[in-house]
């Protein structure tokens, strides 16, 4: 029988061999996963033995990473915001960036709800995020909310036109427990109703380049083209909803988005031909990365 070290080393070769840049990591995960443990499991019992059918499921693993498909579909799990999000085909792996726009979504609520207290009886506040996927953001959002027992002053809404990401955002919204806390609705960018405008607008919507989606990582080539192609420009899709916000935002309101971390000029450039005398501030990710837009309408 086989060592958890002596499978880890065939597979780091294996995967080396294969052209992934971060083998050895990929390898913990995939054994972790193979023997239903997690990644501090592997590196503490080097020397233990491996049984037949984890060393079987850890062949079958490799196989699927050593073909490119990267290793949280191979999980069917994967980190965002301390939460663990099932994660599929069926949408875009959540991106460590995207946790700055739910920093940044969190603040802005708490803001308005503690930092400003609103008459008793105030409607509660309308957040949507755009371009749900699997749900990274909208659900991490409720659930911060709730841990700030703060869930029934905000109403949320989360929207995709991909029916498949909806269904998984629907899954890990019921997975954290905030399944009643979030109305889904398959629409273009913002969901038709003739309700109040929107408070907060958050969007992680796709931003790449078309010329540059064969340019990515193979690993990209798993994911659904649609969260990805941004158009000519990469900009093609936030430019439509950033001209939808002067009719969709309520007084006082703001939209995140998130942008390539190359776009910033871009980006500028588009609010002040759309949205003329709007405030437009871009936050840094943690690698210093331009990557959240925050738009704010004139006071009036
Ligand atoms: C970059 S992914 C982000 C997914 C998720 N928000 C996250 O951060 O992990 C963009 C998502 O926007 C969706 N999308 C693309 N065009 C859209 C549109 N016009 N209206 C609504 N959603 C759209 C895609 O289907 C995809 O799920």
Not at 82 to 92: C, H, Q, Y
């Amino acid at each position: 029988m086989a060592t958890v070290r002596e499978l880890l080393d065939i597979g780091v070769a294996r995967l080396r061999e294969s052209g992934s840049e971060s083998a050895r990591l990929d390898a913990e995960l995939l054994l972790a996963f193979a023997l239903d443990t997690d990644r501090t499991g592997v590196i503490a019992h080097t020397d233990a033995p491996v049984g037949d059918g984890p060393a079987a499921r850890f062949e079958a693993a490799l196989d699927r990473r050593a073909a490119g498909e990267p290793v949280a579909y191979i999980r069917g799990v994967k980190e965002f915001h301390g939460l663990a999000f099932g994660v599929d085909p069926r949408a875009l792996i959540p991106r460590p960036e995207t946790e700055k726009l739910v920093e940044l979504a969190e603040l802005e609520i708490v803001r308005r709800l503690v930092g400003a207290p609103r008459p008793t009886g105030s409607p509660p506040l309308r957040v949507v995020d755009v371009g749900v996927g699997g749900g990274a953001v909208a659900v991490t959002v409720a659930v911060l909310l709730r841990r700030r027992k703060m869930a029934d002053e905000v109403e949320m809404s989360a929207t995709d036109t991909s029916e498949e990401a909806l269904q998984l955002a629907r899954e890990n919204a019921v997975a954290h427990a905030v399944g009643d806390r979030i109305t889904f609705a398959n629409a273009d960018l913002l969901p038709a109703d003739d309700a109040r405008p929107w408070d907060l607008v958050l969007a992680n919507l796709p931003y790449v380049r078309s010329d540059a989606l064969p340019t990515l990582p193979k690993a990209a080539s798993f994911e659904p083209v649609l969260a990805l192609d941004g158009g000519a420009d990469g900009l093609r899709v936030i430019d439509r909803l950033v001209g939808l916000l002067p009719e969709a935002l309520a007084v006082g309101g703001a939209a995140l988005l998130e942008i390539g971390g190359d776009q910033a000029a871009e980006m500028r450039a588009l609010v002040a031909e759309r949205l003329p005398g709007w405030s437009c501030e871009i936050e840094l990710d943690l690698g210093g990365l331009p990557r959240v837009t925050i738009l704010r309408r004139p006071a009036r």
